[in-house]
């Protein structure tokens, strides 16, 4: 018997104003016609505005709208029955959600992964839109509420880039690049015109250790100092005392005879995700929107330390 095809799920998340709706109109006008799309859209507002701009341009595409506020917060519970119910119905070839500028989409992204093992549903790199026009280093990097939309963000867009300098544009770019953990792609734009390739884009899920590309560049050509790292399946859950606690003992003693000069990641724990950080002799961490996946990368000095000795020391069991 053949196998039914998934359908591909897409979360547009940004904040309030910044052209997400342009951008799934634009999307749907453009491939509307060819493929069986369904859109759910939680507006800010008990009316409905836009889901209804939606509707009203897009007569062919099946429209569910979640009014009035937080989809994280008032329609958390029912998002899995609302979206298998519109899969199933309708048949579709993707889905496209878009929560309201208010949303936390790392809580959507933990409904859809949970979905994802239930059903037909296959979550693809999730788009988060910022304002190149507003574009802020500081706010960006220090208001939780903006924290939490590019931590999430698998897939980077700045619009509004025509109410933006080129010297702005540049810069908002570069701060994308220098992201930890990378994003797939940084796109600037214009009117909501994404490329359509976005929508296209996959992520490979790791099931074994992978080398963090990138990660010799940044110890300084020093011959003593070493860089690990690895990138683990976002299924996988750690323990976040044994965590918190391999990490301190870990600052205060190094690993066999070897100096850890920097370590940060990020990891799904039994209590969220947690970004983590081994900085000036001090363990800190803190919740994280990120979703990908579990990654970390290190620097040691003298000797090297390698993937699977530095994830046997963080998982070792307690006393």
Same mark, same amino acid.
């Not at 007569?59 to 569910?64: G, L, S, Y």
């Not at 889905?95 to 093992?117: C, F, H, N, W, Y």
């Given at each position: 018997?053949?196998? #039914?095809?998934?359908?591909? !799920?897409?979360?547009?998340?940004? &904040?309030?104003?910044?052209?997400?709706?342009?951008?799934?109109? =634009?999307?749907?006008?453009?491939?509307?016609?060819?493929?069986?799309?369904?859109?759910?859209?939680?507006?800010?507002? %008990?009316?409905?505005?836009?889901? #209804? #701009?939606?509707?009203? @341009?897009? %007569?062919?595409?099946?429209?569910?709208?979640? &009014?009035?506020? !937080?989809?994280? !917060?008032?329609?958390?519970?029912?998002?899995?029955?609302?979206?298998?119910?519109?899969?199933?119905?309708?048949?579709?070839?993707?889905?496209?959600?878009?929560?309201?500028?208010?949303?936390?989409?790392?809580?959507?992204?933990?409904?859809?992964?949970?979905? @994802?093992?239930?059903?037909?549903?296959?979550?693809? %790199?999730?788009?988060?839109?910022?304002?190149?026009?507003?574009?802020?280093?500081?706010?960006?990097?220090?208001?939780?509420?903006?924290? +939490?939309?590019?931590?999430?963000?698998?897939?980077?867009?700045?619009?509004? !880039?025509? *109410?933006?300098?080129?010297?702005?544009?540049?810069?908002?770019?570069?701060?994308?690049?220098?992201?930890? &953990?990378?994003?797939?792609?940084?796109? $600037?734009?214009?009117?909501?015109?994404?490329?359509?390739?976005?929508?296209?884009?996959?992520?490979?899920?790791?099931?074994? =250790?992978? &080398?963090?590309?990138?990660?010799?560049?940044?110890?300084?050509?020093?011959?003593?100092?070493?860089?690990?790292?690895?990138?683990?399946?976002?299924?996988?859950?750690?323990?976040?005392?044994?965590?918190?606690?391999?990490?301190?003992?870990?600052?205060? *003693?190094?690993?066999?005879?070897?100096?850890?000069?920097?370590?940060?990641?990020?990891? =799904?724990?039994?209590?969220?995700?947690?970004?983590? @950080?081994?900085?000036?002799? @001090?363990?800190?961490?803190? $919740? $994280?929107? =990120?979703?990908?996946?579990?990654?970390?990368?290190?620097? #040691?000095?003298?000797?090297?330390?390698?993937?699977?000795?530095?994830? +046997?020391?963080?998982?070792?069991?307690?006393?």
């Amino acid at each position: 018997m053949p196998m #039914t095809p998934k359908t591909l !799920c897409h979360i547009v998340a940004g &904040p309030l104003g910044v052209g997400k709706t342009s951008a799934i109109l =634009h999307y749907l006008r453009d491939h509307g016609a060819r493929q069986r799309i369904g859109v759910l859209v939680n507006d800010f507002g %008990p009316v409905g505005l836009d889901s #209804t #701009t939606l509707a009203a @341009e897009a %007569p062919t595409t099946k429209v569910i709208n979640v &009014p009035g506020g !937080c989809i994280c !917060c008032t329609m958390l519970a029912t998002l899995p029955e609302s979206i298998g119910r519109m899969v199933s119905d309708q048949a579709l070839d993707r889905l496209i959600i878009e929560p309201s500028g208010m949303a936390t989409p790392a809580k959507v992204i933990d409904v859809l992964r949970q979905m @994802e093992r239930e059903t037909n549903v296959s979550l693809q %790199p999730v788009i988060v839109m910022l304002s190149a026009a507003d574009f802020d280093e500081e706010t960006l990097e220090q208001m939780p509420y903006y924290q +939490m939309f590019h931590e999430a963000a698998d897939i980077l867009v700045f619009n509004r !880039c025509d *109410q933006a300098s080129a010297s702005k544009v540049g810069r908002a770019k570069q701060w994308a690049d220098k992201l930890d &953990p990378p994003k797939l792609r940084v796109v $600037s734009t214009s009117h909501g015109q994404l490329p359509a390739e976005l929508f296209d884009l996959s992520v490979e899920t790791p099931h074994t =250790h992978e &080398p963090i590309a990138g990660a010799h560049h940044h110890h300084d050509h020093d011959p003593t100092v070493h860089p690990g790292g690895f990138v683990l399946d976002a299924g996988r859950v750690f323990d976040e005392e044994i965590l918190r606690a391999n990490l301190a003992r870990i600052r205060d *003693q190094g690993i066999a005879e070897n100096r850890v000069l920097r370590l940060k990641g990020v990891f =799904h724990t039994q209590v969220g995700w947690q970004s983590i @950080e081994i900085a000036n002799r @001090e363990v800190s961490m803190r $919740s $994280s929107a =990120h979703r990908r996946d579990s990654r970390m990368e290190w620097l #040691t000095q003298p000797g090297v330390v390698d993937q699977t000795r530095m994830l +046997m020391e963080i998982e070792r069991p307690l006393n």
